[in-house]
C-alpha cells in the first residue's frame, strides 16, 4: 500500500495568513494527488486534482504543486469559510489512500 | 453536470445485509473507474472497493469477501452489496467517479450497524 503522511495534523491561523500543509507518499504517485476541504457532516469538496490543477468554482486562492512524493497545499490568504480539515488523497493506483487529515483551527 | 447520488443506506443489525446504489447522471458508469469510499463517524477517509471499466474489481483488505462492488450499465448505477455486516462498517458511504484527471464525488449514505 500507498502511504500518505500529511502534516500537520492541526493548524492555527489568523485570517488573512497563509497557510501550507504538505502531503508526502511512501512511492513515486506521479502527479495523481488531490486536496480535499471537509466540513463538519458535509462531503469532502474537490479543490485540486492532477497535484497543480484547480477544480472548476475553487477560488484562486488555493494552489497545489508537487510531483512524486513530496506534495502541497497553499492557502494564500485565509478566509473565515476555509477554517475546515483538508485530505491529500493519492489516486495513482486503485487501492486510494488518504492523509490522516489537517483541521485548520482560527488562533 | 455531474451528478452522483447514493441511496440505500440505513440501519441494519450485525450480520444483516445492505446494498447500496449510486446513480450517476452526466457520465457513463461503465466508461469510467467508479469507486466506494467510506467514513466512520469522527475518522478519516477510507477507500472500499473499486470497478475499472473493463469490469476488473479490487476490494480493500477489510472488507473482502463481504463487501462486493458491481454496476448495472442499462441503468447508469454502481452498487456495494453489503453481507455479514459488522460494528466497524458503520460510516458514510461515498460514491466516487474518475471523470478525465479529475474525480467527482456524491454526497454519501449512511450506514449503521447496530443490534
Known amino acids: 500500500d500507498i502511504q500518505m503522511t500529511q502534516s500537520p495534523s492541526t493548524l492555527s491561523a489568523y485570517e488573512g495568513d497563509r497557510v501550507t500543509i504538505t502531503c508526502r507518499a511512501s512511492q513515486n504517485i506521479d502527479s495523481w ?9 458535509k462531503a469532502p ?17 488555493f494552489s497545489g ?3 512524486g ?5 497553499t492557502i494564500t490568504s485565509l478566509q473565515p ?12 493506483i486503485y487501492m486510494w489512500t488518504f492523509g490522516q487529515g489537517t483541521k485548520v483551527e482560527i488562533k | 453536470e455531474v451528478q452522483l447520488v447514493e441511496s440505500g443506506g440505513g440501519l441494519v443489525q450485525p450480520g ?29 477517509l477510507e477507500w472500499v472497493s473499486m470497478i475499472y471499466s473493463g ?53 454519501g449514505t449512511l450506514v449503521t450497524v447496530s443490534s
Open chain 1, 33 to 41: 494527488l488531490a486536496w480535499y476541504q471537509q466540513r463538519p457532516g
Open chain 2, 55 to 107: 469490469g476488473s474489481t479490487y476490494h480493500a483488505d477489510s472488507v473482502k469477501g463481504r463487501l462486493t462492488i458491481s454496476r448495472d450499465n442499462s441503468k447508469n448505477t454502481l452498487y456495494l452489496q453489503m453481507s455479514n455486516l459488522r460494528a466497524e462498517d458503520t460510516a458514510v458511504y461515498y460514491c466516487v467517479s474518475g471523470y478525465g484527471n479529475s474525480l467527482k464525488w456524491g454526497q
Open chain 1, 69 to 73: 512524493t513530496e506534495f502541497t497545499l
Open chain 2, 16 to 44: 444483516g445485509s445492505l446494498r447500496l446504489s449510486c446513480t450517476a447522471s452526466g457520465l457513463t458508469v461503465s466508461s469510467n473507474y467508479m469507486s466506494w469510499v467510506r467514513q466512520a463517524p469522527g475518522k478519516g
Open chain 1, 45 to 61: 469538496k474537490l479543490l485540486i486534482y492532477k497535484a497543480s490543477s484547480l477544480e472548476s468554482g475553487v477560488p484562486s486562492r
Open chain 1, 65 to 67: 504543486s508537487g510531483s
Open chain 1, 81 to 92: 469559510d476555509d477554517y475546515a480539515t483538508y485530505y491529500c488523497q493519492q489516486y495513482n
